[in-house]
């Protein structure tokens, strides 16, 4: 079957690259949420604590569960909240809080501007008094950069919304949290000495989607994406590939499938223009769903080794091209 590989020292230079902008490990959370961006939960999780990393974000429960060995803290963005002495649950709304079960550690999400979850920053004492009327501790308070990643200046507009935030929940007597908005394109963009907590996801794995005008720590690429060979064959000139035949071949050429499709969440792509592969060959035909063609006898291709240069030319972004890899694929870490 289709593997990928995890290349161990690129990671850790990746997260070296944003301990040295924060100064300290400590202050690091790693995104490990969906998979941890397609590249494994528990193989990521393991590497993450090898580095001395001791927090963590996922999005449910049951993947805080699963890498509950290897962190001191964990923050869980989309569940239900309940007690649990290392879990951290995010709030995004009044109604989570009236659903959290009691004693349960919380995090209040407040809209700062990106308009998709978190209280209303009008409705902020409101969640307050709910938090402490439930008997929830609060231990942080969050938000979300919506525009970090792009040529704009709203990343000081959604800053700004967020000290003001920051002095309403001091004000209002809560002293011992954790204050936090930082995404990789924050902690590229701005310094990161003062923050309590960064949250650290695609430029763990490798990846800056911002303008070329903003200088990007230097970062590798951690996953690979491999296929295997199935079968080969000779084809002569004029003879046709796969559905619809929509590749015809412009002379004779040994061609070969490998079991790779979009049933382990490759994309098929409506592009006219055919995926070119990390070892310069174009998928000969449509994907199917289970296997692509390519021109080649061996045994092992590579198909991307940069997830970035594989999305634009599919027309998406690095992070589809990675999280909707199947997560049976097995992870080699290397």
């Known amino acids: 079957m289709a593997f990928i590989q995890i290349n161990k020292d690129n990671f850790f230079h990746n997260l070296n690259q944003f301990s040295l902008k924060t100064g300290t490990k400590s202050s690091i ?22 580095f001395g990393l001791t927090q963590a974000v996922v999005r449910s429960y049951d993947e805080a569960l699963q890498i509950k060995p290897y962190f001191q803290k964990i923050l869980v963005l989309g569940d239900r909240a309940v007690a649990d002495e290392r879990c951290s649950f995010a709030i995004n709304s009044l109604e989570d809080i009236d659903h959290a079960q009691r004693d349960a550690q919380v995090e209040l999400k407040v809209d700062t501007g990106m308009h998709r979850n978190g209280v209303a920053m009008e409705e902020l004492e409101e969640a307050l008094l709910r938090i402490g009327k439930k008997n929830l501790s609060l231990v942080g308070v969050m938000s979300h950069n919506r525009s970090a990643d792009e040529l704009s200046s709203e990343l000081f507009w959604q800053q700004k919304n967020f000290e003001s935030v920051k002095e309403r929940v001091i004000a209002f007597g809560f002293q011992s949290v954790r204050f936090h908005t930082f995404n990789s394109a924050s902690a590229m963009r701005l310094a990161c000495e003062e923050e309590d907590t960064i949250r650290l996801g695609i430029g763990a794995y490798g990846y800056s989607e911002l303008p070329s005008l903003y200088t990007s720590p230097p970062l590798k690429p951690v996953m690979s994406l491999w296929a295997k060979r199935v079968s080969t064959r000779h084809l002569k000139k004029g003879e046709r590939i796969g559905y619809g035949g929509a590749f015809e071949a412009p002379r004779d050429m040994v061609v070969s499938s490998y079991d790779l499709g979009y049933g382990d969440g490759w994309m098929r792509s409506n592009n006219l223009k055919p995926f070119i592969t990390a070892e310069g060959l174009p998928i000969l035909g449509r994907v199917s769903m289970d296997y692509i063609v390519l021109e080649s006898q061996k045994e092992e291709i590579c198909i991307f080794e940069d997830a970035l240069k594989a999305a634009r030319s599919l027309g998406t972004i690095s992070y589809e091209i990675m999280t909707q890899l199947d997560a049976d694929i097995e992870r080699i870490v290397v």
């Open 29 to 50: 959370a790693i995104v490990l949420k969906d998979n941890a961006y397609g590249h494994g939960l528990l193989p990521m999780a393991k590497l993450s604590s090898l």
